[in-house]
């Protein structure tokens, strides 16, 4: 089965910093994959499918790229709202499996 | 409104049996697969298994194979996820989900003696 890795597992970044989360696939995927956010306590929430496709409702400052084995979700300026933890998720055949997350908050 | 409504909190002893639920309206259920996630405490998102509704087409992750069973009743709408005999290490939070970002609220699964 393929593999997600992401990275960093955890970072820490001031109010308006960009912050960039890498999300790497054991083997290609074209641009099979979504990216989630999830709050503490709270339900996921999808930012991003299709590698970089915008979920109706989310920032603008949000944005992915990638294809193939690499992906990146990019936060353009960072918010205090936006302190949570970071998902990738292939999707393109079952098992469609999550990273392990990276945590984000604020310096 | 697109929904997906899951059955309430279960405590349970190991060893007993449990089915939870996930039951969808505002949208064709038999046209969306739907997705059963782990989240154990303090830890990241699993994806356990899909199933097409529509036909009851069942995939499994390698993990979970065997360990757990996903079913389908077009007629009411409503996935299952289901246990034989449930350990402590099933403590966790289940929730159900489409691929297009519709989730459950979550349903809190805890095992203990």
Request: hydrophobic letters at 20%; a neutral charge; charged letters at 0%.
């Given at each position: 089965d393929i593999q997600m890795t992401q990275s960093p597992s955890s970072l820490s970044a001031s109010v308006g910093d960009r912050v960039t989360i890498t999300c790497r696939a054991?083997?290609?995927?074209?641009?099979s994959l979504a990216w989630y956010q999830q709050k503490p306590g709270r339900v996921p929430k999808l930012l991003i499918y299709a590698a970089s496709t915008l979920q109706s409702g989310v920032p603008s400052r949000f944005s992915g790229s990638g294809s193939g084995t690499d992906f990146t979700l990019t936060i353009s300026s960072l918010q205090p709202e936006d302190v949570a933890t970071y998902y990738c998720q292939k999707y393109n055949s079952a098992p469609w499996t999550f990273g392990q997350g990276t945590k984000v908050e604020i310096k | 409104e697109v929904q997906l409504v899951q059955s309430g909190a279960e405590v349970k002893q190991p060893g007993e049996s449990l089915k939870i639920s996930c039951k969808g309206s505002g949208?064709?259920?038999?046209?969306y697969w739907i997705a059963w996630v782990r989240q154990m405490p303090g830890k990241g998102l699993e994806w356990m298994g899909i199933i097409y509704p529509g036909d009851s087409d069942t995939r499994y992750s390698p993990s979970f194979q065997g360990q757990v069973t996903i079913s389908a009743d077009k007629s009411i709408s409503t996935v299952y996820l289901q246990w034989i005999s449930l350990k402590a290490s099933d403590t966790a939070m289940y929730y159900c989900a489409r691929r297009d970002g519709v989730w459950g609220q979550g349903t809190k699964v805890t095992v203990s003696s």
């Open positions: 054991s083997q290609g995927i074209s641009n | 949208y064709s259920f038999t046209t």
